[in-house]
């Protein structure tokens, strides 16, 4: 899988693809969409009865992965 730039990453999460990144990945577990940075999970979709709940990670770890977590939020319409 060719790994995509923060550009690209962005709008993967935003449509919840599949993807490969520098130090991230998104995927599809089952039901739910993780979002993960140095094998971290910092964000997750969740399917449930009442619809889809988006969570992200608010631990601070490095600038690398609250650069990812801040794409995250946007692209959910979290921030």
């Not at 969409?33 to 770890?61: C, F, L, M, R």
Request: glycine fraction near 8%; charged fraction near 15%; hydrophobic fraction near 35%.
């Amino acid at each position: 899988m060719k790994k995509l730039n923060y550009a690209q990453v962005e709008v993967a999460i935003r449509n919840l693809e599949n993807f490969q990144g520098n130090s991230c990945f998104g995927m599809w577990l089952g039901e739910n969409y993780i979002v993960t940075s140095y094998w971290t999970t910092i964000a997750k979709v969740v399917q449930s009865p009442g619809g889809q709940v988006e969570w992200v990670n608010p631990d601070y770890y490095s600038k690398t992965t609250s650069r990812l977590q801040n794409i995250v939020k946007r692209a959910w319409g979290l921030s």
